[in-house]
């Protein structure tokens, strides 16, 4: 395999600075999200590092855990997410940078949204889960619609 | 102050379950997301355990670390998730059932992706952060603009 090592410099970062910079550009003028793939770059572990340095920390961390776990952290540039997929076995699978106002992943699919509304309704009594017995209280007033409280 | 606690029985809970399905209708139908304060409410702590239970638990858990932790977890129900509000001494000052595709405090704010966007162009050159001497050579190729493997 070849050997892309000498490749990771200095000139490499700022490359990848430049091109989330224009990344962010089209975010901004045209609502259009995009992403780099870090780990089809030939990227070494120090270069990487420094990237993330270079970018920093935000205030947000997601994890998702479905065929492993992914971690999305925005990173100090606020629609700069750092993601990272691994596998069952926790082997990191994918790499990216993703710009954008959210992380894909997060956004709940519409259909799946309309599935989990259809099955809501009957939820409490389908499966036989019911509010504790010793908290049950059969005084007047009970069951009282909360809806003028709701936002 | 009032004792609302006999108010916490079974049909609460099912009358929460209906506020939130209605919440997703209006969510599906008019993309309109909603939410529920849960701490506005008379619910007792088994109250709200019962309501956990009957959401159930998502793939997704999302931190956000400002003034305080807040932690949305995605429910069972895509679109259904649970958020907490704690204060820097971890008091719990908000608790909320959000009905959304994505939680509102994920999206990032389109000024603060402008102003990322304005400094980052400057970031490694600004305050000395390099990449690491001992990993830069001078070979050619190095800082070929990885262009073509951008998404």
Redesign the interface.
């Known amino acids: 395999m070849t050997d892309f090592s000498?490749?990771?410099?200095?000139?490499?970062?700022?490359?990848?600075?430049?091109?989330?910079?224009g990344l962010?550009?089209r975010?901004?003028e045209q609502d259009e999200a995009?992403?780099?793939?870090l780990l089809?770059?030939?990227l070494?572990p120090?270069?990487l590092?420094?990237l993330s340095?270079?970018?920093g920390q935000g205030?947000?961390?997601?994890?998702?855990?479905?065929a492993g776990r992914s971690t999305i952290r925005?990173t100090?540039?606020?629609?700069?997410w750092w993601t990272t997929h691994a596998d069952k076995a926790g082997r990191i699978v994918a790499m990216l940078i993703e710009v954008?106002?959210?992380?894909d992943?997060?956004?709940?699919?519409?259909d799946?949204?309309?599935?989990?509304?259809q099955r809501?309704?009957n939820?409490?009594r389908a499966d036989g889960?019911?509010?504790?017995a010793?908290?049950?209280?059969s005084?007047p007033?009970?069951?009282?619609?909360?809806?003028s409280?709701?936002?």
Do not use: M
């Open positions: 000498f490749l990771a410099d200095d000139g490499l970062v700022d490359s990848l600075i430049t091109e989330i910079a962010l550009r975010l901004i995009g992403s780099i793939d089809g770059l030939p070494s120090s270069c590092a420094a340095e270079c970018l205030e947000i961390a997601v994890q998702l855990d479905a925005e100090g540039f606020p629609g700069v954008a106002f959210v992380p992943i997060v956004r709940a699919p519409r799946d949204v309309t599935r989990g509304f809501l309704p939820v409490t889960r019911r509010f504790p010793t908290t049950v209280r005084r007033g009970a069951g009282t619609r909360p809806g409280r709701l936002q």
